[in-house]
């Protein structure tokens, strides 16, 4: 069983910055691929970014590269999302995700554990 906590959401003005953190259990998270989705109000659930085991391949929607970094330290169990140049757009509850087999899929039922979710609100 893996547990997923993210953090670090909040309000920030178009433009800024964010650093979102997802605390993972377990003893095996350096095996498993990580992801970030968001899902915003009156829209269906984004793959976001997606970062295999070792951290060597990465994989990020067309709206947000450029602007979010996906990273991982495995020695923390953590997975990062570094959010920059905010945009309203980017307004939505965030989720990590754990796929066990340890590769990226951007398809949100292919994970296997989720987050509760952190909420990142952009303001105009």
């Known amino acids: 069983q893996v547990q997923l906590v993210e953090s670090g959401g909040g309000l920030v003005q178009a433009g800024g910055s964010l650093r979102l953190s997802c605390a993972a259990s377990?003893?095996?998270?350096?095996?498993?691929?990580m992801a970030w989705f968001r899902h915003a109000p009156g829209k269906e659930r984004e793959f976001v970014a997606g970062i295999n085991r070792s951290g060597g391949l990465t994989y990020y929607s067309e709206s947000v590269k450029g602007r979010f970094t996906i990273s991982r330290d495995n020695a923390k169990n953590t997975v990062y999302l570094q959010i920059n140049s905010l945009k309203p757009e980017d307004t939505a509850i965030y989720y990590c995700a754990a796929e066990l087999d340890g590769s990226v899929r951007t398809i949100g039922r292919a994970y296997d554990y989720w987050g509760q979710g952190t909420q990142v609100t952009v303001s105009s």
């Open positions: 377990g003893r095996t998270f350096r095996c498993h691929g």
